[in-house]
């Protein structure tokens, strides 16, 4: 499968570690291909690239990383350590493509959003912003569900067995012991 007909995903990720860990999730498919930023200014120039077919097909955005260029554009001087940084580039993101003259839901891109935060109030405001095109993965995370999600928003075939979604889980060691 070539460049033209990979479906590109945004990985949205500051943390090397975690980046690579997700980047592990995903080298299996050859119908992807996974583009990098490391902070929202990276991130702006891949969701709003010059070309509209070298816009991303979906988004994994992690909420805590740095502005980098994009910090007059989003307003870091309020948010000095920024723990908002995904939700102002998720807000400017879905801000933009309603903006667009002939934007439907089907025109925003899907996000994955990763974090550590389980704070309600802010579960709530990215359940809003998301608006249905997108899922909340707290960390840690069931990469399982994040691949599998990712593969059928994508229109391709999931690797992942079906028996490991299952949120049922067999005792390693039975009450009865074992008989």
């Not at 990276?42 to 979906?58: Q, S, T, V």
Request: aromatic share 6%; charged share 30%.
């Amino acid at each position: 499968m070539d460049n033209r007909t990979k479906k590109k995903v945004a990985l949205i990720e500051d943390d090397p570690g975690s980046r690579r860990a997700i980047k592990q999730i995903f080298e299996s498919y050859s119908e992807i291909e996974l583009v990098e930023a490391v902070d929202a200014g990276e991130a702006i120039k891949i969701l709003f690239p010059d070309l509209p077919e070298k816009r991303p097909d979906a988004v994994i955005l992690d909420l805590i990383l740095p502005y980098g260029s994009a910090a007059d554009q989003l307003n870091a001087k309020s948010d000095p350590d920024c723990v908002k940084t995904g939700v102002k580039l998720l807000s400017f993101l879905r801000e933009s493509e309603k903006s667009a003259d002939r934007c439907l839901s089907s025109d925003l891109l899907w996000v994955a959003v990763t974090t550590a935060r389980s704070n309600p109030r802010l579960i709530r405001k990215l359940g809003q912003l998301l608006e249905k095109r997108g899922c909340i993965y707290t960390k840690p995370f069931d990469t399982f569900k994040l691949e599998d999600d990712l593969a059928q928003v994508l229109g391709i075939k999931s690797q992942i067995d079906p028996i490991l979604l299952s949120h049922e889980c067999l005792s390693p060691v039975q009450k009865d012991g074992g008989k």
